[in-house]
């Protein structure tokens, strides 16, 4: 499976979206990307008219409104292979599966949100799309994480542990920890794992990362990890 590397596109946009299907907690989720990344463009599609306009004026984004299953709704009305990713939230089964599939025909990078781990791993395996997630109240820091390219688990009492690959992220190689994460008090860098697989402790604000680092951070708030990694 791939991951995304944020570039910068046509008219400084970073990643260009289409999100299939909605519900309230994924419009929660726009409200802090598109604070956290103004070079986002998000487009949404879904079959309520009214949600998809309602929606749209709020937030001033280009929506589609259609049958989710129809081919040509997605390879005329949208121009489904010009987005870079597409993320299918469509909480009918037969309905996210038939989005992914057209989807992936297009060659478009697939991610589903779906309730089922089985059906998750069956699409994956299959190479209908390219990950999942688990829909719950951290769809957005899970989501973030499939999108900008890094990986992290929480710990006991808040927090996070990330790690961030120069093999993901190579904007990053050369640049000093300091130049990155400055002395917020959030932040704290833990190591550095080398392509070799020795380990780097103590490092300082200092060190230069080099191709082939893996950062490893503590921090307690993901949306900073964002913030860096599109700057």
Do not use: W
Request: contains cysteine.
């Amino acid at each position: 499976m791939h991951k995304y590397k944020p570039q910068i596109l046509e008219n400084g946009i970073s990643m260009r979206i289409l999100v299939i299907g909605l519900s309230r907690e994924f419009l929660e989720y726009l409200r802090e990307f598109r604070h956290i990344d103004r070079n986002l463009e998000i487009h949404v599609a879904d079959e309520d008219r009214r949600h998809v306009e309602e929606i749209s004026r709020e937030f001033d984004i280009p929506s589609y409104v259609g049958n989710l299953t129809n081919y040509y709704f997605y390879s005329r009305d949208i121009d489904i292979s010009r987005f870079d990713v597409v993320v299918v939230n469509h909480r009918e089964v037969s309905k996210n599966i038939a989005a992914c599939l057209i989807a992936r025909y297009f060659g478009v990078r697939v991610v589903s949100i779906l309730d089922d781990h089985n059906i998750g791993e069956i699409l994956k395996k299959a190479g209908v799309i390219d990950t999942y997630i688990i829909g719950s109240k951290a769809i957005s820091e899970k989501l973030s994480s499939e999108l900008y390219g890094f990986d992290y688990i929480s710990i006991p009492g808040g927090g996070y542990i990330v790690n961030i690959d120069t093999a993901r992220h190579r904007n990053l190689i050369g640049k000093k920890i300091g130049e990155l994460f400055e002395e917020e008090a959030e932040f704290k860098p833990v190591l550095v794992v080398k392509d070799t697989g020795k380990l780097v402790l103590n490092i300082s604000i200092d060190y230069l990362l080099e191709a082939g680092d893996k950062l490893i951070v503590y921090t307690k708030k993901l949306s900073r990890i964002r913030e860096i990694l599109v700057s």
